[in-house]
């Protein structure tokens, strides 16, 4: 990943300041991609909201894959998801990381979205939220700003707090309801707990086990929550997971199947069932298709 910077006064002043973030810390992030690139993160410890300059970014993460997400778009990334997106030609984004108990403003909370989502119809896309334009402006001077590496803790949090604001002023409760929808109300703890602790379990029955319930609760509460039987949600999973390591590359299949938790003949025989193809066939078939998308920018 590339960044732009421009001239800061006093950088050295600014990078020893204890109130200096990046990494883990920061609130926002400034992302230049070229075409083919990716950027992934496994089990993201916040909720974030991704918005898109310029380009395009095709993201894998819970059950969507390869879901194409234009300029001018802001996408909800839930807390705990294994996160992928790849470049489609030179992009810019700009990342805002939430925290548990975000508010739009002083007196209107998220959790005060929730009976606004209570009668929305369930969606197989992504949560998407085109930008206005002033939101647009203000998104664009942010990320000029952060690309100068001027990361104060301070202006971040300041930064957040207008972005949420600007979504609160130009925004009717119903569309802000439907894009914040999955990180609304109780199901999303149950659901927050569940992706945290299916990382490295194989059952239903050790998940149930992890959070403390039977079985039978488990499985009636992940329905409701989730809308799919708690098994077939695991392998789902599994297979994002796999996919998402191919996309990314640099894995040899005997790496890949140890860090799945199968044995190298069995991960073999999992993607042929589940994929229709062997690893090494899905990998010829990733590397193909960056060829093919190359040339087709060259034209």
């Given amino acids: 990943m590339k960044n732009s910077y421009e001239d800061v006064q006093y950088a050295a002043e600014h990078l020893i300041c204890e109130n200096y973030a990046m990494g883990a810390t920061a609130i926002w992030g400034t992302h230049h991609l ?165 990382a490295d379990v194989g059952t239903v029955k050790e998940l149930a086990t992890r959070l403390n319930m039977s079985a039978s609760s488990f499985n009636r509460r992940f329905q409701e929550a989730f809308g799919e039987p708690a098994g077939h949600w695991l392998i789902q999973k599994k297979k994002e997971n796999i996919m998402r390591d191919i996309l990314v590359g640099g894995h040899t299949v005997a790496e890949l199947a140890e860090k799945h938790g199968f044995t190298t003949n069995y991960f073999i025989r999992f993607c042929k069932d589940h994929f229709g193809q062997t690893p090494a066939e899905l990998m010829k078939t990733q590397e193909k298709q960056l060829r093919i998308e190359n040339e087709e920018l060259k034209i």
Wanted: aromatic share 10%; net charge neutral.
């Fill in 34 to 198: 070229e075409n083919g690139e990716m950027i992934c993160q496994e089990s993201l410890s916040r909720s974030v909201l991704a918005y898109v300059l310029e380009g395009c970014i095709c993201v894998s993460f819970a059950h969507y894959s390869e879901y194409p997400v234009p300029a001018g778009q802001i996408l909800l990334v839930p807390a705990n998801e294994n996160f992928c997106g790849k470049a489609l030609g030179d992009c810019r984004v700009i990342t805002c990381a939430l925290c548990g108990e975000m508010a739009l403003c002083n007196k209107f909370s998220l959790k005060m979205l929730a009976p606004y989502a209570e009668s929305l119809p369930p969606t197989d896309a992504p949560a998407t939220l085109p930008a206005t334009p002033i939101l647009k402006d203000g998104l664009e001077l942010a990320y000029r700003v952060l690309s100068t590496k001027l990361l104060c803790i301070h202006y971040q949090r300041i930064k957040r707090e207008e972005f949420l604001l600007m979504l609160r002023g130009f925004y009717s409760k119903e569309m802000l309801a439907a894009f914040f929808k999955p990180i609304l109300g109780n199901t999303y703890n149950f659901k927050e707990k569940v992706i945290h602790e299916s």
